[in-house]
């Protein structure tokens, strides 16, 4: 069966939907540039740009290398992966401590892991706000009953800018290799 216009049958007419197993015709039932995206057969649409793709992943023994690397450094920007698995570490270091501390009687290695532990711990905490745009003296927030502890944890916890601010480069877009 063809259509008055001579096209042939599978070709969709104006006001009607095309056959199956014919793709349809490039904007067909959308609106211009929605699902549009390059690599699916189509071009870039106007004002498109693309997701920036996931910046290479930090492990724990990488993020434990860079904080103890840079053991007193209170300058630059700390990715949330960096902070959380320093804390993690630290945690861990502290429960083989007190094993150990337990087993020998003596509660002298729990003592010099904490104390070897603090400076970096309080350096990655001042560069994670770094990397939220915030001085590494709000640190003393924690000192407000409660609310400091949770407001300090809710400000680690958040992704840091992805511009350069005063405090440097973003550590998360530049290891992905945007220059930002």
């Known amino acids: 069966m063809t ?8 070709q969709p007419q104006e006001g009607s939907q095309p056959g199956w197993g014919t793709p349809p015709p ?15 057969g189509y071009p870039a649409a106007p004002g498109y740009s693309a997701p920036s ?11 434990v290398r860079s904080v103890l690397g840079q053991y007193a450094v209170f300058t630059g920007r700390a990715r949330r992966s960096e ?8 945690v861990l270091a502290g429960i083989v401590a007190g094993i ?31 990397d939220i745009g915030k001085s590494g003296w709000w640190q003393l927030i924690a000192l407000v009953p409660l609310v400091g ?5 809710v400000w680690w916890a958040q992704d ?20 930002y």
Request: charged share 5%.
């Open 3 to 10: 259509n008055p216009t001579g096209s042939g049958p599978d």
């Open 26 to 40: 490039a904007g067909y039932g959308q609106a211009p540039g929605y699902g549009q995206a390059p690599g699916y």
């Open 53 to 63: 793709p996931a910046s290479p992943q930090l492990d724990f023994a990488t993020a």
């Open 83 to 90: 902070f959380w698995f320093f804390y993690l570490f630290q």
């Open 100 to 130: 150990v501390d337990g087993i020998t009687g003596v509660p002298l290695l729990q003592i010099v892991v904490g104390l070897g532990l603090l400076i970096p711990s309080i350096a990655v905490g001042a560069r994670r706000l770094h």
């Open 149 to 153: 502890i949770i407001l300090l944890i």
């Open 160 to 179: 840091g800018d992805p511009a350069p601010n005063q405090h440097g480069p973003s550590p998360k877009y530049q290891a992905a290799g945007y220059g």
